[in-house]
């Protein structure tokens, strides 16, 4: 599943004592593991290597240069959702048309600038929004290749806030739309509207919202063929859960072997855009523990990392396990809430989290913290970004140095009238 495992009573990723990189590098810290990164990618790969779909790895999950590089380097295309990313994917080198372009709120600008660097295609989840690509490409006297994200109204049982393909979300658009679309296409000339896209959710662990999304999906596209309406793109998104504690999400391979039959009948050429999956067991957060601070009511594990560094468990109360980076079999096992130290109750990594009680100075390990971890981080409570390392073997690298006091302030001003 990853490469962070005891060797001994040490915490390692890959053959690298992680303690090691801590006293070089100072806490918190995310650390990332070149080859789980890899693998999950391949792991994807593999899976569908019969219809050689096009992978392209969602930016948001993780969109650091060096791990987006590496993707990029083994094949992947990119999902990306904004003009940001889009400078970020071609820095790293990614070809303009192994990018797909999602999100309910493009701006012109961002769709100009898309456009005029070749992107392979949008998603668009608007009528409005297709008008304005239909101009922008008029404008820039180009045909733009779009794919109309449907939203197919199923459940995928996943958290509210992650669902995305049902009616009530602001996602896509529902079938009779997209239909009057396609059929009215020639009123778009400077689009080639030729691809679907769907996106029902993330950490999805079953298949069979998938299933029933893709099945949707299909019937629409054989109804379109029905009308003499041929596309050449199926982007199923991304959504594939993983494991954070004890879930049992269906692996690339299931999951392969159950949508296979239904996309190759399609005679598209598929795209997918995994995020979580392929990056999230690849990354862990590490901090060191200030304080015990015991209560009334409760043991309070105090941290260095907080809810600016890692929001999940904050936003979504999700699920991170939590490891000692020295394993200590005579300390004794009590219920604590780990908390860092911004100052909102909501700043919590665990709560009632039955482990070994550490001490002060200790280093735990915050798991599967690759994706959404870093990505989603902000400098509230003027606190500093923290750095991120990869790990190949026994060696690593700082891919993002700390931020210094001067960042926090970098682009500010006081005027002239406040002094
Ligand atoms: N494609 C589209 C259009 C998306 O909106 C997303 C994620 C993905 C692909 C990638 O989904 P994945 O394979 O990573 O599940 N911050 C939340 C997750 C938000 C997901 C947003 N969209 C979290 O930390 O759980």
């Known amino acids: 599943m990853h490469d962070f495992k005891y060797i001994g009573n040490r915490f390692y990723c890959e053959s690298l004592n992680v303690e090691s990189v801590a006293r070089k590098v100072g806490t918190p810290f995310y650390l990332y593991s070149h080859k789980t990164l890899l693998?999950?990618?391949?792991?994807?790969?593999?899976?569908?290597?019969?219809?050689?779909?096009?992978?392209?790895?969602?930016?948001?999950?993780?969109?650091?240069?060096?791990?987006?590089?590496?993707?990029?380097?083994?094949g992947a295309g990119l999902d990306i959702v904004s003009g940001g990313e889009l400078f970020k994917a071609l820095k790293v080198g990614c070809p303009g048309n192994r990018i797909v372009y999602a999100s309910v709120g493009k701006t012109e600008e961002e769709i100009l600038e898309a456009i005029k660097k070749g992107i392979l295609f949008f998603n668009v989840e608007s009528l409005p929004e297709l008008d304005l690509i239909n101009e922008a490409s008029h404008r820039l006297n180009k045909v733009t290749q779009v794919a109309i994200r449907i939203n197919p109204d199923?459940?995928?049982?996943?958290?509210?806030?992650?669902?995305?393909?049902?009616l009530t979300n602001k996602f896509g658009m529902d079938f009779l739309t997209a239909r009057k679309i396609f059929e009215q296409r020639s009123r778009f000339g400077n689009l080639n509207i030729n691809g679907i896209h769907m996106h029902i959710g993330s950490q999805i662990i079953d298949g069979a919202p998938f299933l029933?999304?893709?099945?949707?999906?299909?019937?629409?596209?054989?109804?379109?063929?029905?009308?003499?309406?041929?596309?050449?793109?199926l982007n199923i998104g991304g959504g594939l859960?993983?494991?954070?504690?004890?879930?049992?999400?269906?692996?690339?391979?299931?999951?392969?072997?159950?949508?296979?039959?239904l996309l190759k009948k399609t005679g598209l050429k598929i795209i997918l855009e995994p995020g979580r999956f392929i990056v999230g067991n690849a990354g862990i957060l590490v901090t060191k523990v200030l304080y015990i601070k015991k209560s009334v009511e409760k043991t309070f594990v105090i941290v260095d990392a907080g809810m600016n560094d890692l929001i999940r468990p904050s936003l979504y109360q999700a699920y991170h396990e939590i490891l000692p980076l020295n394993k200590y079999s005579s300390r004794p096992i009590k219920a604590v809430d780990v908390v860092g130290p911004i100052c909102e109750s909501g700043d919590f990594f665990a709560k009632n989290r039955k482990m070994c009680l550490p001490n002060e100075g200790d280093l735990l390990a915050i798991m599967s913290a690759g994706a959404y971890g870093f990505s989603m981080s902000s400098n509230y409570n003027s606190r500093k970004r923290t750095c991120e390392i990869l790990a190949k073997g026994s060696k690593f690298a700082v891919i993002?140095?700390?931020?210094?006091?001067?960042?926090?302030?970098?682009?500010?001003?006081?005027?002239?009238?406040?002094k």
């Open 39 to 74: 693998d999950h990618f391949r792991k994807i790969q593999r899976a569908f290597k019969d219809i050689d779909p096009l992978i392209c790895f969602s930016m948001k999950a993780n969109s650091s240069l060096a791990l987006v590089r590496a993707l990029v380097n083994a």
């Open 154 to 166: 199923v459940e995928p049982g996943t958290h509210q806030y992650i669902t995305t393909g049902k």
């Open 212 to 233: 029933d999304a893709i099945r949707r999906v299909i019937r629409f596209i054989d109804n379109l063929r029905f009308l003499g309406i041929r596309l050449e793109y």
């Open 241 to 261: 859960g993983i494991i954070y504690k004890d879930e049992k999400p269906q692996t690339a391979d299931q999951f392969a072997q159950a949508v296979l039959p």
């Open 400 to 418: 993002r140095k700390r931020q210094s006091y001067q960042d926090l302030v970098e682009g500010e001003t006081i005027p002239n009238f406040i």
